[in-house]
């Protein structure tokens, strides 16, 4: 969440960043209300240290009389007793409402990220040029007639927006696992593989809830009391797993990556361009995450964002990268940028990867702090995360671009010793 001394020392700041994002009345009303809240809890505060002194002195007076043989004054009616409870109590109240308020408020967009939608996300760069496929199938026919993905038996056992991969399907899939998890070992980032079940608390702590708590796949308290969801993506899994922690600064950047299927509620649309395996209730993806120091966060998201388009290129598909603009990208984001494929049946580009820079917010959220050597202050680190990559949408656009006249497909070059062979050829 937001840094509340930022928002008491530079409200207007804090208006200007959030109006890139929320309607500015939507920002004002809630920042008024943070505010508010803010005062209220200062000022119980202040009223609660008081009474305290003012217990702490009457004891050490009564301790005195005691001593001394004089006649200790009486004790406080048991009114004044109860204040100090109701006040704790009030306190309480007041600090889940300013927490609660301050948690729906997104992260404040980095500087050169603009205002607006899709409609304003820039293209910075293209890599490669649109393949010449002429009589452009999609992936869905090719992947029938290729024998790779059984989408009516995907249907018969999970229902709309699941799929099952098959034959060479399922090997070239996992291949795309395994290779993306070689190359993310070797630029360094620990392999790690989490639960797939985890408590709300992770939720909370990424900036997923309370906002999107509907978008995920809830245990019903029955079975969980604690609360407990099936993971949308690694990325809640790696910072979950850090949370209330102080990390030595000397390890930091900490770079960990994790494989996962992702669970998610949103179903596939009607429109040509999420059909197949672009969007359903579960897939696979491969999420690269660092911790850094604040002044590390700018060098890491260029890193990490050269890094993902690599794989991209390794794979030899044409793409491109964009910054998006702050009402297109996470909530919990000070900037994402997407990588996105070309889909030819389509005409459009497709993102396989947002690799995002999340500042404090989360950290905040997750309690993440680190220490200086020798120091005694703690200070939040920065969080950074990217998907490196999302396999279902990396499979369609491998069958689009590579796609031959006899109906075809080659293999990227890279996956050709893991898949046993350099083209997909027709099921006869």
Not at 151 to 156: A, L, N
Not at 317 to 328: E, N, P, V
Not at 378 to 390: I, K, P, W
Request: net charge negative; glycine share 8%.
């Amino acid at each position: 969440m937001l840094d509340m001394e930022l928002i008491r020392k530079d409200r207007e700041a804090v208006a200007t960043a959030l109006a890139k994002r929320l309607d500015p009345a939507e920002v004002n009303r809630a920042l008024d209300e943070i505010q508010r809240l803010d005062q209220e809890r200062r000022a119980l505060i202040t009223e609660i240290d008081a009474e305290r002194q003012r217990r702490k002195a009457e004891a050490r007076a009564y301790a005195e009389a005691k001593r001394s043989g004089a006649t200790p004054e009486p004790a406080a009616p048991e009114a004044e007793r109860k204040q100090l409870a109701e006040l704790e109590s009030q306190l309480d109240e007041v600090q889940s409402r300013l927490r609660g308020t301050m948690s729906e408020l997104p992260n404040l967009p980095a500087d050169d990220v603009v205002a607006g939608g899709k409609e304003a996300n820039q293209v910075l760069r293209t890599f490669g040029e649109p393949p010449a496929v002429e009589k452009v199938r999609d992936h869905v026919e090719l992947s029938r007639a290729l024998g790779l993905v059984d989408h009516e038996r995907g249907v018969k056992l999970g229902g709309s927006g699941f799929w099952m991969y098959t034959g060479l399907g399922a090997r070239l899939e996992w291949a795309l696992v395994n290779w993306l998890i070689e190359q993310n070992i070797e630029a360094g980032y620990e392999f790690l593989l989490p639960p797939h079940l985890l408590l709300d608390s992770a939720g909370f702590a990424a900036g997923q809830f309370p906002k999107f708590y509907d978008d995920v796949y809830h245990l019903d308290k029955q079975s969980a009391p604690r609360g407990q969801f099936l993971l949308p993506t690694a990325e809640t899994a790696i910072l979950g797993a850090f949370q209330d922690e102080i990390l030595e600064t000397a390890k930091l950047p900490l770079k960990a990556f994790a494989y996962t299927p992702c669970y998610r509620r949103e179903a596939a649309g009607s429109h040509s361009d999420e059909r197949g395996t672009v969007r359903g209730h579960q897939f696979n993806k491969v999420e690269i995450f660092q911790f850094t120091l604040p002044e590390q966060a700018g060098a890491a998201l260029e890193a990490m964002v050269g890094h993902v388009e690599g794989l991209v290129e390794k794979l030899g598909l044409h793409f491109q990268t964009s910054l998006l603009a702050a009402g297109d990208s996470s909530a919990a984001m000070k900037k994402t940028l997407d990588v996105e494929v070309w889909m030819p049946s389509t005409g459009k580009y497709k993102e396989v990867s947002s690799v995002s820079w999340g500042g404090d917010y989360q950290a905040r959220r997750a309690a993440i702090r680190y220490r200086e050597p020798g120091g005694k202050q703690t200070r939040f680190v920065h969080t950074l995360n990217g998907s490196a990559l999302a396999t279902s949408r990396l499979f369609p656009a491998i069958l689009e671009q590579f796609q031959q006249p006899d109906g075809s497909v080659v293999v990227p070059e890279v996956l050709r010793d893991k898949l046993g062979t350099d083209r997909l050829t027709p099921v006869r």
